[in-house]
T-cell receptor, first 114, second 114 residues
Framework: GGIITQTPKFLIGQEGQKLTLKCQQN?????MYWYRQDSGKGLRLIYY???????QKGDLSEGYDASREKKSSFSLTVTSAQKNEMAVFLCASRDWGAYYAEQFFGPGTRLTVL | GDSVTQTEGQVALSEEDFLTIHCNYS??????LFWYVQYPGEGPQLLFR?????EKGSSRGFEATYDKGTTSFHLRKASVQESDSAVYYCALSAHTGGNNKLTFGQGTVLSVIP
């Protein structure tokens, strides 16, 4: 088994601020993901990384940067937080190339922008 | 592109009621289909998956059958319990070369009243 850890659990920021969310996994998975979860909109992919040193944009990458520091860690940066923004950011990991493989998710970081 | 549509945004039932959550998909070939469940304060977790036409996935009393003819993977449970209250996501993974992405539906919030 393994676990995905996301820090911080709650993040409160100011409008225009740059904010960084961190994710660690000990599954030894190659592929990692960042999703944004909004009520009624499901999970939308922001960035993913197939292997270490790889970075791919998802459907919602504008306004975000990502960094895969090493195989076990994947960070997401909100480049300029938007006022009244509230969302949950979920990190996930999965074996590379196994299209039938499940994704494992972390518990999420809840963002509030004042 | 690939897409997943869940018809119900919210479902409210009493204990022992029958549950159906509709999921229809659009993708080429034979995608793998998934149902994920998300409990409050946690990330989504895999309920079950299916990869072939007419294959039935099941877990914890929930089941769904892959139907390529109607491009559907509807979630059913004969008798729901209060502990089933959660958000349910239908998702697909397309079998194109090197594809590592899941496409999620909008999610269905299930509330079971004791």
């Amino acid at each position: 088994g393994g676990i995905i850890t996301q820090t911080p659990k709650f993040l409160i920021g100011q409008e225009g601020q740059k904010l960084t969310l961190k994710c660690q996994q000990n599954f030894n998975h190659d592929t990692m993901y960042w999703y944004r979860q909004d009520s009624g909109k499901g999970l939308r992919l922001i960035y993913y990384s197939i292997t270490e040193n790889d970075l791919q944009k998802g459907d919602l990458s504008e306004g975000y940067d990502a960094s895969r520091e090493k195989k076990s860690s994947f960070s997401l940066t909100v480049t300029s937080a938007q006022k009244n923004e509230m969302a949950v950011f979920l990190c996930a990991s999965r074996d590379w190339g196994a299209y039938y493989a499940e994704q494992f998710f972390g518990p999420g970081t809840r963002l509030t922008v004042l | 592109g690939d897409s997943v549509t869940q018809t119900e945004g919210q479902v409210a039932l009493s204990e022992e009621d029958f549950l159906t959550i509709h999921c229809n998909y659009s993708a080429s070939g034979y995608p793998t289909l998934f149902w994920y469940v998300q409990y409050p304060g946690e990330g989504p977790q895999l309920l079950f998956r299916a990869s072939r036409d007419k294959e039935k996935g099941s877990s914890r009393g929930f089941e769904a059958t892959y139907d390529k003819g109607t491009t559907s993977f509807h979630l059913r449970k004969a008798s729901v319990q209060e502990s089933d209250s959660a958000v349910y996501y239908c998702a697909l993974s397309a079998h194109t070369g090197g594809n590592n992405k899941l496409t999620f539906g909008q999610g269905t919030v299930l509330s079971v009243i004791p």
